[in-house]
């Protein structure tokens, strides 16, 4: 049986996790790895993959059954994910919630115009904490949902710390608020701010000779990151933060919270948790799964843009219908 062939546009943290992920996977291999450095710069783990500009995509079509887009929601992919979604089968980890909608549209209307299948926001969230939320919702219709991020490196909170002046380095860490779910685990259906969800921790490297009061304020009072938050600033060497911040773990809590019976009078809570060790290693896990839903769907001849609310579990398996049903029904 042949393998599904996967292309990777981008190597950074999550395109290097794409190629660990698909060295687990026996029934798909890495083709080639696109890259905006130097393809001679760049030293990948899989003997006897190519690297090529990221200029050379569109010459490889005949050789990638799936291209697996791991560039950044912000920039790259509102322009990656309709160009090569006209290409190739693609799968991408778009995580700007707001503009899903929008992005979706934009790449529908290009993998129907290449007769492709593109599945858009895959992830843990967006992706299988988005699933949770569905099936919650429709399982206890009266109800509300909860989600918790952390504890957890953020990556784009991190980036932000880093552009304040003064700021050398620096790591940014979600934390919910325990309290907050325990109430939600109890069942009190608390109606809770932005504030009361979630904490704020940050490790910060200054400058030589820097004002550390003011980055402090600066931070904590930034619009859309920190000013709505309880923050907390700790200032530490580079060795420390080298040291004692180097991974990248994430995970959180999607919660549903419900009422059945006659008066309501029977309570439910829903609650899933992720533990993540890697951020990236993780999604990387889940797109080269829906690599294999993309491949399986274009093979029966879908076209256009999906999400994981579209694909059926047993297609990101690589196990057959009587195999799944015999030993995880």
């Not at 503009?99 to 593109?118: C, E, H, L, Q, R």
Request: glycine share 10%; net charge negative.
């Amino acid at each position: 049986m042949s393998k599904i062939r996967i292309g990777i546009v981008g190597y950074g943290n999550l395109g290097r996790g794409v190629e660990l992920a698909v060295r687990q996977t026996p029934d798909i291999e890495l083709t080639a790895v696109f890259t905006r450095r130097d393809p001679s710069s760049l030293k990948i783990l899989t003997e006897g993959v190519g690297v090529y500009s990221v200029d050379d995509v569109a010459s490889h079509k005949d050789d990638i059954d799936v291209l697996i887009l791991c560039g950044g929601s912000a920039t790259d992919l509102p322009v990656q994910g309709p160009k090569y979604a006209e290409m190739f089968n693609t799968i991408d980890s778009f995580d700007t919630h707001a503009k899903i909608p929008t992005y979706f549209a934009d790449v529908d209307a290009a993998a129907k115009k290449g007769g492709n299948v593109s599945v858009i926001s895959v992830g843990w969230d967006p992706g299988m904490f988005s699933v949770q939320r569905l099936y919650g919702s429709c399982i206890l219709p009266e109800g509300k949902d909860y989600t918790f991020w952390g504890k957890g490196v953020s990556q784009g909170h991190s980036d932000a710390i880093r552009r304040v002046e003064g700021v050398a380095d620096g790591k940014q860490y979600t934390i919910p608020v325990e309290a907050a779910m325990e109430a939600v685990r109890n069942g009190e259906d608390p109606e809770l701010t932005t504030r009361q969800k979630h904490l704020r921790e940050c490790f910060v490297v200054a400058k030589e000779g820097a004002d550390k009061a003011k980055i402090e304020q600066e931070i904590k009072n930034m619009p859309n990151y920190f000013a709505d938050y309880d923050t907390t600033v700790h200032f530490i060497s580079q060795e420390e933060l080298d040291r004692d911040h180097s991974g990248i773990p994430h995970g959180g809590f999607v919660f549903r919270t419900g009422k059945t019976g006659v008066n309501g009078e029977t309570r439910h809570v829903i609650e899933y948790s992720l533990k993540l060790g890697s951020n990236p290693e993780f999604t990387s896990s889940i797109l080269v799964a829906y690599a294999r839903a993309a491949y399986k769907l274009s093979k029966e001849g879908a076209v256009g843009a999906k999400t994981v609310f579209d694909i059926a579990p047993a297609y990101l398996s690589p196990k057959s219908g009587d195999e799944l049903r015999a030993s995880m029904l």
